[in-house]
């Protein structure tokens, strides 16, 4: 079956940088967009970055832009965040998702089990 693993999570100080990664199993991972979500306590989930699935293409999210790096490495299905300048509202439960490349939740179909990043002031 799909399988989408988050690692890389953790607790970092503002104006600090986390990679979290994506390992994808169970799909032709090559085939599909991918997505990185986030979700705060008490919030929607929301996109943060995704990719197609030749990397060509990139979307961020306003709040994020300039500030994170969505990559993915198709040889080793998985896909990368490189989130830097961090700050305490990117507090948030991460997940990658699997899926069609549109800014829309419903248009992801495969998920992670997320991973947690705690932004301190």
């Known amino acids: 079956q799909v399988q989408l693993v988050e690692s890389g999570g953790g607790l970092v100080q503002a104006g600090g940088s986390l990679s979290l990664s994506c390992a994808a199993s169970?799909?032709?991972?090559?085939?599909?967009?991918m997505g990185w979500f986030r979700q705060a306590p008490g919030e929607e989930r929301e996109l943060v970055a995704m990719?197609?699935?030749?990397?060509?293409?990139?979307y961020y999210a306003d709040s994020v832009k300039g500030r994170f790096t969505v990559s993915r490495d198709n040889a080793k299905n998985t896909v990368y965040l490189q989130m830097s300048s961090l700050k305490p509202e990117d507090t948030a439960v991460y997940y990658c998702a699997a899926g069609s490349y549109h800014n829309d939740v419903r248009s992801f179909g495969a998920w992670g089990q997320g991973t947690k990043v705690t932004v301190s002031s």
């Open positions: 990719i197609n699935w030749s990397g060509d293409n990139t």
């Open positions: 169970g799909l032709t991972f090559s085939s599909y967009a």
